[in-house]
């Protein structure tokens, strides 16, 4: 009897920091880089993934809804 190979799916988690300090405009979106970051993991990681959460490390920002 042959052995079952198992599907291997990769557990995510984005990683968002909003920082005002570095000059870049696009940075000071947390749903900017979330595009980004789903961006990438649509059209090129090769593997099967899911989204396993999405951390963000940013000051407090009162009416943010993710």
């Keep these: ?3 079952t190979r ?3 799916v990769w557990q995510v988690g984005l990683y968002i920091r ?3 300090d570095d000059g870049r405009e ?3 979106s ?11 993991l649509e ?3 090769q593997e099967e993934w899911e989204l396993a959460g999405v ?4 000051p407090v920002i009162i009416g943010l809804i993710n």
Aim: proline fraction near 0%; avoid cysteine.
């Design 1 to 3: 009897m042959g052995r």
């Design 6 to 8: 198992s599907r291997r």
């Design 18 to 20: 909003l920082s005002r």
């Design 26 to 28: 696009e940075s000071l």
């Design 30 to 40: 947390v749903q900017n880089q979330r595009k980004i970051l789903m961006d990438y």
């Design 43 to 45: 059209q090129e990681f």
């Design 55 to 58: 951390y963000i490390d940013a």
